[in-house]
């Protein structure tokens, strides 16, 4: 499985920016995908997360601000971050992932795209 990521970009407080992830190869029918942040100095953190069914779970930072969704047409699965009224505290590097075979409750990732950067000027 592989996973590219696009979307990163600077923007000032207040901004959007959209993140796409595109996942190929052997996915399951049953998978999460979403995206974890890791700022500098601080642990890698769940932003968002939605399964293949279009269930989600958000971080309680991001709720009401960030939207997940995804398109599940084969060959590959989509997912994206719309992120709206972003703050300096959201600039990190972000990381899709997707764990094959779970369902919304499931935890951790089996594959990771590469990082792409978000930074929130104030």
């Known amino acids: 499985v592989q996973l590219q990521a696009s979307g990163g970009g600077l923007v000032q407080a207040g901004e959007s920016l959209r993140l796409s992830c595109a996942a190929s190869g052997s996915i399951f029918s049953s998978n999460v995908m979403g995206w974890y942040r890791q700022a500098a100095g601080k642990q890698r953190e769940l932003v968002a997360k939605?399964?293949?069914?279009?269930?989600?779970?958000?971080a309680d930072s991001v709720k009401g601000r960030f939207t997940i969704s995804r398109d599940n047409a084969r060959p590959k699965n989509t997912v994206y971050l719309q992120m709206n009224s972003l703050k300096p505290e959201d600039t990190a590097v972000y990381y899709c992932?997707?764990?094959?075979?779970?369902?919304?409750?499931?935890?951790?990732?089996?594959?990771w795209g590469q990082g792409t950067l978000v930074t929130v000027s104030s």
């Open positions: 992932f997707l764990l094959n075979g779970a369902t919304i409750v499931g935890s951790g990732a089996d594959y």
């Open positions: 939605i399964s293949a069914g279009g269930n989600t779970n958000y």
